[in-house]
Each structure stands twice: as structure tokens, then as C-alpha cells.
């Protein structure tokens, strides 16, 4: 599987769009990209995920570029109940269940 | 709420001890999983269940014992344990294994700890 590089901490002020980056530039043809969260002594959260356009549902939207090198998680208004370490996670297609977390970003949002 | 329930929430048991992890998802998948969350490691994979068959046993120790009754119900059974065995163990579902494009779904974990 791919790996992945994010910044490690992240802040963003409530209400605002926080664009959360991800580099995968080793990405194959047909893994996809996934985005899960997790709030502190929870289980992580799936958000979106995708394989090459972009896509879009209740919680966020995910743009992949057309290389799909790299991708932006958006949270387009963002709450202090936002306030997570958000993974972004390349899976091949049959090994979704192998999810390597690596350290993810740290999003704290701000009143 | 995820459709994942799992209970305990948190559990403390002795090096002695049997207890039981339970999981329930309301989803109508097909899959289950158990995961092993330490402190300062990586997501671990220990079972996978595809249709109340177990498919895979990452070289999980057996004093950890799962069950799949049926596709909706994942235990994991404990015994023995010991005191680096305290950790979030996490229960999955997802459509089923292997299938292109696939969601994995967490529950809210069971923090064991082991005295």
C-alpha cells in the first residue's frame, strides 16, 4: 500500500473551511483514498473516500488531483466538535480491511 | 452512533480472569473485524470474519478467542491475558471482505486494561 504524508498538527477557526492536505505519490491505479477520524478514546470515524473524481457527502468533500499524487480533505464549516486526528489512509481495493493509520493530522478547532 | 455497538466500554480484568468482548452491528454486513489499538502503535488487523467464517487470524496469541455467531454478532473472548494486553480493541463491519472500494465501519472500542 501506499504511503501517505500529512502535517502534523493543523489549526482552523469555527466556521471556517479547514483544508486538511495529503501527499500519496505512490499511489497505484486502483487504490483508493480514504479519510477516517478519531476523537480521542473513540474509534476512528470513516469520513469519504475515493478513487479518482472528486466526491462529496454529508460530512465533507474530497478532491483528488488528476495525478492523484496528492488530495484535500474539506470540511466546509468547521465545529469545535471537529476537533480530531484526521488519517488519510491509500488502500488497494481487496485490502480495505488493512488500514495503516500512520500519525495523521491534528485539527484543533477554535472558537 | 455508527451501527457498530460495542460492550463493555471499558473493562479491568486480573491475569486470571475470563471475560468476553461483544460487538453488534446493525448495519447488514457481512464482514467483522477485530482491532488492537495501543498506545503509540498502529492500527492493528486480528481477525477478520467474512460470512461467520473466519478468513483470517493475523497471528493473534490464542488467549484471544473470537466467535461469530452470525453475521451481525462478533465476541471476542479473553483469557489469561497479560498486563501488555491493555489496550483499545476496536470491532469493524463492513459489506464484506474484499470487495472493491469497501467501507470499514468502527465502533466506539472497548478499552481493556489488564492488571
Known amino acids: 500500500d501506499a504511503k501517505t504524508t500529512q502535517p502534523t498538527s493543523m489549526d482552523c477557526a469555527e466556521g471556517r473551511a479547514a483544508n486538511l492536505p495529503c501527499n500519496h505519490s505512490?499511489?497505484?491505479?486502483?487504490?483508493?483514498v480514504y479519510w477516517y477520524r478519531q476523537i480521542h478514546s473513540q474509534g476512528p470515524q470513516y469520513i469519504i473516500h475515493?478513487?479518482?473524481n472528486n466526491e462529496t457527502n454529508e460530512m465533507a468533500s474530497l478532491i483528488i488531483t488528476e495525478d492523484r499524487k496528492s488530495s484535500t480533505l474539506i470540511l466546509p464549516h468547521a465545529t469545535l466538535r471537529d476537533t480530531a486526528v484526521y488519517y488519510c489512509?491509500?488502500?488497494?481495493?481487496?485490502?480495505?480491511?488493512?488500514?495503516?493509520f500512520g500519525t495523521g493530522t491534528r485539527l484543533q478547532v477554535f472558537p | 452512533e455508527t451501527g457498530v455497538t460495542q460492550t463493555p466500554r471499558h473493562l479491568v480484568m486480573g491475569m486470571t480472569n475470563k471475560k468476553s468482548l461483544k460487538c453488534e452491528q446493525h448495519?447488514?454486513?457481512?464482514?467483522m473485524y477485530w482491532y488492537k489499538q495501543s498506545a503509540k502503535k498502529p492500527l492493528e488487523l486480528m481477525f477478520v470474519?467474512?460470512?461467520?467464517?473466519?478468513?483470517e487470524n493475523n497471528s493473534v496469541p490464542s488467549r484471544f478467542s473470537p466467535e461469530c455467531p452470525n453475521s451481525s454478532h462478533l465476541f471476542l473472548h479473553l483469557h489469561t491475558l497479560q498486563p501488555e494486553d491493555s489496550a483499545l480493541y476496536l470491532c469493524?463491519?463492513?459489506?464484506?471482505?474484499?470487495?472493491?472500494?469497501?467501507?470499514?465501519?468502527f465502533g466506539e472500542g472497548s478499552w481493556l486494561t489488564v492488571v
Open positions: 469493524a463491519s463492513s459489506q464484506m471482505q474484499g470487495l472493491s472500494g469497501n467501507t470499514i465501519y
Open positions: 505512490t499511489i497505484s491505479g486502483n487504490e483508493y
Open positions: 475515493g478513487l479518482k
Open positions: 489512509i491509500v488502500s488497494s481495493p481487496s485490502r480495505t480491511d488493512k488500514l495503516i
Open positions: 448495519l447488514g454486513h457481512n464482514a
Open positions: 470474519y467474512n460470512f461467520k467464517e473466519q478468513t
